[in-house]
């Protein structure tokens, strides 16, 4: 009954530290996907993941590496953070549906601070 | 990158006041969503519209598939203090598997 879940919730880190963040989801969807909050922008996509072993770029993918070996996880490694990637990580996952994907399901969130 | 414009960016009323919010587009879109975002949590989904013209209620959330599909609109009825966070509208564009959120709308609700 868990859904899609975080870890860590709060994490801080120096610059130039490789940081992974962490999704899981037990919903078996399809699409799973990585947005990054920040005052004023929204929410703006990472990357994202439509089956295990399939993965493409979003609005704003540099500095970011993902994975997806299995359906249920799907992190999100920043190779050498930067003061620039301090922001709130969201993870969300949704259905494949004919035409696209439907209502994705947002995590509850990672906090990343880069000193 | 794309976003929707979503207005207002922030309202404040009063409890028991009927809210009113939406978001437009250049682009048409296949589907639109509303979320709802509590202070250090993560969206919550609201209400999904799938037909242009679409009427959908959740309680006492309305939301609409604009006609022309280039927008959406959302109401809350008789506001309650729970009522308060930021509200994302999202729109689905045809034959892409991603979504672009509005800018979103703070709402807050004095007693």
């Known amino acids: 009954d868990a859904g899609i879940t975080q870890s860590p919730r709060y994490k801080i880190t120096e610059t130039g530290r490789q940081v992974t963040l962490m999704c899981h989801q037990t919903w078996s969807h399809s699409y799973m996907f990585w947005y990054r909050q920040d005052l004023g922008h929204g929410l703006r996509l990472i990357y994202y993941s439509a089956a295990a072993d399939i993965t493409d770029k979003g609005e704003v993918p540099d500095g970011y590496v993902v994975s997806r070996s299995k359906t249920e996880n799907f992190p999100l490694t920043l190779e050498s953070a930067t003061r620039s990637q301090t922001s709130v990580y969201f993870c969300?996952?949704?259905?494949?549906?004919?035409?696209?994907?439907?209502?994705?399901?947002f995590g509850p969130g990672t906090r990343l601070t880069v000193t | 990158g794309q976003q929707l414009n979503q207005s207002p960016q922030s309202m404040f009323i009063q409890e028991g006041e009927d809210v009113s919010m939406n978001c437009t587009s250049s682009?048409?879109?296949?589907?639109w969503l509303w979320y709802k975002q509590d202070p250090g949590e993560g969206p919550v989904l609201l209400i999904a519209l799938y037909k242009a013209g679409e009427l959908t209620s959740n309680g006492r959330l309305t939301a609409q598939f604009g006609i022309t599909r280039k927008d959406s609109f959302l109401n809350i009825s008789a506001s309650i203090p729970s009522d308060v966070g930021i509200y994302f509208c999202a729109g689905q564009l045809r034959n892409t598997d991603k979504l672009i959120f509005g800018t979103g709308t703070r709402l807050q609700v004095f007693p």
């Open positions: 682009s048409i879109f296949n589907t």
């Open positions: 969300a996952s949704s259905e494949s549906r004919t035409g696209g994907t439907y209502e994705q399901y």
